[in-house]
T-cell receptor
Framework: GIQVEQSPPDLILQEGANSTLRCNFS?????LQWFHQNPWGQLINLFY???GTKQNGRLSATTVATERYSLLYISSSQTTDSGVYFC???????????FGTGTSLTVIP | NAGVTQTPKFRVLKTGQSMTLLCAQD?????MYWYRQDPGMGLRLIHY???????AKGEVPDGYNVSRLKKQNFLLGLESAAPSQTSVYFC???????????FGSGTRLTVV
């Protein structure tokens, strides 16, 4: 099956810092999503981004499908950004999403 | 607008017992999904449904059954629980297959 690798696995930031999270995938995909799981376990959809760039406030995402990667940018990080960030991909030969193992982000004041 | 609601939120089962997890959505979404989340393994798809009366297997379907008798509800059943099914279970829904997911708040299941 498709391999979905996220890096870095863990990240600690000072409040106000910027960061880039990466998602690499091994096969062609139809779709890609980014999620944030907060410390209480709730999963929130951040972006649905099969290709191109999208922005939502301090967060933005870019997917380069031809090169099989996506990036999530977090600017001016806040303590509420802490949690685990997952990317999930929908391979061309499948009709279900496969999740990466996530990047655990801790933002310290 | 409640979104996706999962019940129960917590449950402890003994090995061999059965139970049903309920997922309800009020967004009129066609697609619904059941995932399990285990430490260090991300989320894995158990079963999914592309509409009322339909179900399909995901990545890890063994030991689980599902039903989608009504569009708004997706039930996940464990017929004979095993310790390996200790996990956090998430339900999600989407308008259709190329739209983003909305997740429920999860059910923490422990099988002893």
């Amino acid at each position: 099956g498709i391999q979905v690798e996220q890096s870095p696995p863990d990240l600690i930031l000072q409040e106000g810092a910027n960061s880039t999270l990466r998602c690499n995938f091994s096969d062609s995909v139809n779709n890609l999503q980014w999620f944030h799981q907060n410390p209480w376990g709730q999963l929130i959809n951040l972006f649905y981004i099969p290709s191109g760039t999208k922005q939502n406030g301090r967060l933005s995402a870019t997917t380069v499908a031809t090169e099989r990667y996506s990036l999530l940018y977090i600017s001016s990080s806040q303590t509420t950004d802490s949690g685990v960030y997952f990317c999930a991909v929908d391979p061309v030969v499948s009709n279900q999403f496969y999740f990466g193992t996530g990047t655990s982000l801790t933002v310290i004041p | 607008n409640a979104g996706v609601t999962q019940t129960p939120k917590f449950r402890v089962l003994k090995t061999g017992q059965s139970m049903t997890l309920l997922c309800a959505q009020d967004m009129n979404h066609e697609y619904m999904y059941w995932y399990r989340q285990d430490p260090g393994m991300g989320l894995r798809l158990i079963h999914y449904s592309v509409g009322e009366g339909t179900t399909a297997k995901g990545e890890v379907p063994d030991g689980y059954n599902v039903s989608r008798l009504k569009k708004q509800n997706f039930l996940l059943g464990l017929e004979s629980a095993a310790p390996s099914q200790t996990s956090v279970y998430f339900c999600a829904s989407s308008m259709r297959d190329n739209y983003g997911y909305t997740f429920g708040s999860g059910t923490r299941l422990t099988v002893v």
